[in-house]
């Protein structure tokens, strides 16, 4: 998931911030499992699945959002109508 967000941000700067934020999220993660796994749960753990497969919807989503977006990007950028990250001839890689 980190590699697959990461192939998307240009720059260094901005790279750095994005994994920061990447690993902020991943630390929150782990104290909302804290709260939604709970043992009264157990065995099935319902509340905590509902929220994980809600979670994985959530980002396929974000994801396919984003690839299509970067690829209207890039279409414009083709035809000459924009230029991306302000670098003549860069394109989001997908």
Not at 26 to 55: E, H, K, N, T, W
Not at 56 to 71: C, D, K, M, P, W
């Amino acid at each position: 998931m980190l590699r697959a967000v990461l192939t998307w941000v240009a720059g260094q700067t901005k790279r750095a911030l994005a994994t920061a934020m990447l690993l902020m999220g991943g630390g929150c993660g782990g104290i909302v499992a804290s709260f939604v796994f709970r043992q009264q749960d157990a065995p099935d753990y319902l509340p905590g699945m509902i929220a994980v497969i809600v979670s994985q919807a959530l980002t396929i989503l974000l994801v396919s959002g984003n690839f299509v977006y970067f690829l209207h990007r890039n279409r414009k950028a083709d035809r000459g109508e924009a230029v991306l990250e302000g670098t003549p001839g860069f394109r989001y890689t997908y």
